[in-house]
């Protein structure tokens, strides 16, 4: 598809997600193709990938300024983040900031400052791919993804989100709402890295996102995930089992790079070699366990 080809798609708006809710269930109901907008990155770049326009074409359904989709809100105990909420906005938002660092310096690293002045967080999980920076991060932290259609409302556990390469256990019909998580205690350790290319515009080689809370050295909760290296994020069980097992200062620096080995399945690709990848989650993870007190 070439750019004179975008006047022949029909653009909407939604007054309400209620009307939203309605007009996407109809139409995947009647089998008539709909495309969310939110912030474009990922659908332009699918669309244009195309070598002619779909047919039927879809309805572009703009949702990039929808008052339910763009609040940020803090009770105190848990962040709600809008499904359009952009990548910009989280890294400018004081709680953010403060409660969840981690996703403010993901968003930091998410393309280059035209990617993020548009990207969203619901964008990145609707396309689930194991590359997705923010899957990885929102993944660490626990979250759940609330998800809304005109049959109702429900959350989606992070961890039980991606079911495949880019697949979803999310209804076509189901619009992302909102991710929602528990902020980590303050000053509690995070990391955030991302191995590529170069700082910005690069799909990660790898990526790691971690956030643990701490209680007399010993850890009470550990989000690990590390994305681009298995056909889904990875959760890293093996690995989060050992962390959580008690005490990190006799941590064997070879048992945590077993288990690392055995929670991930890296490839060979374009970007990078599995061997890399390999080497680079090891790596990665003991950094954050020597955060934590480990001597490996
Ligand atoms: C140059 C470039 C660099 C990039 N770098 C990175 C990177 O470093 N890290 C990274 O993770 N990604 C990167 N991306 C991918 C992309 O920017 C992100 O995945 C982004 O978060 C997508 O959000 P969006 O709002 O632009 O989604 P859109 O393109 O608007 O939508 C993507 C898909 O999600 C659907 N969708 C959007 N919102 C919702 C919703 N609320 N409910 C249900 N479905 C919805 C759309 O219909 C569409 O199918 C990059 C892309 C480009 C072009």
Not at 163 to 187: C, H, L, M, N, W
Request: with cysteine; hydrophobic share 45%.
């Amino acid at each position: 598809m070439s750019l004179v080809d975008l006047p022949r798609y029909q653009l909407h708006r939604a007054a309400t997600l209620e009307e939203l809710c309605q007009l996407v269930y109809d139409r995947v109901s009647n089998s008539e193709p709909v495309a969310l907008l939110a912030g474009g990155t990922d659908l332009m770049v699918e669309l244009g990938r195309a070598a002619s326009p779909p047919d039927p074409l879809p309805l572009v359904v703009d949702i990039s300024c929808m008052d339910e989709l763009r609040a940020i809100e803090w009770d105190g105990t848990r962040i709600s983040i809008g499904a359009a909420v952009t990548y910009l906005e989280m890294q400018r938002h004081p709680v953010i900031a403060e409660r969840a660092p981690l996703i403010a310096r993901m968003a930091r690293d998410v393309g280059g400052p035209t990617i993020q002045a548009r990207g969203t967080l619901g964008g990145n999980l609707a396309t689930a791919s194991p590359a997705a920076d923010g899957v990885a991060a929102l993944a660490a932290l626990d979250a759940n993804v609330l998800v809304r259609s005109a049959r109702g409302a429900r959350r989606i556990p992070m961890a039980k989100l991606q079911t495949g390469y880019k697949q979803s256990t999310r209804a076509p019909e189901e619009i992302i709402v909102a991710i929602e998580f528990v902020a980590p205690a303050p000053d509690s350790p995070w990391l955030w890295r991302k191995i590529g290319p170069r700082l910005a515009q690069a799909i990660s080689k790898v990526a790691l996102a971690a956030v643990a809370e701490l209680e007399g050295g010993k850890v009470t909760r550990l989000g690990l995930a590390l994305a681009s290296v298995a056909p889904v994020t990875a959760l890293l069980d093996h690995t989060r089992a050992l962390l959580s097992r008690g005490d990190l200062a006799a941590l064997d620096g070879q048992a945590l790079d077993d288990a690392v080995e055995s929670d991930i399945s890296p490839i060979d690709d374009l970007r990078s070699t599995r061997a890399y990848r390999l080497h680079c989650a090891k790596v990665l993870v003991r950094s954050f366990a020597r955060d934590l007190g480990a001597s490996v």
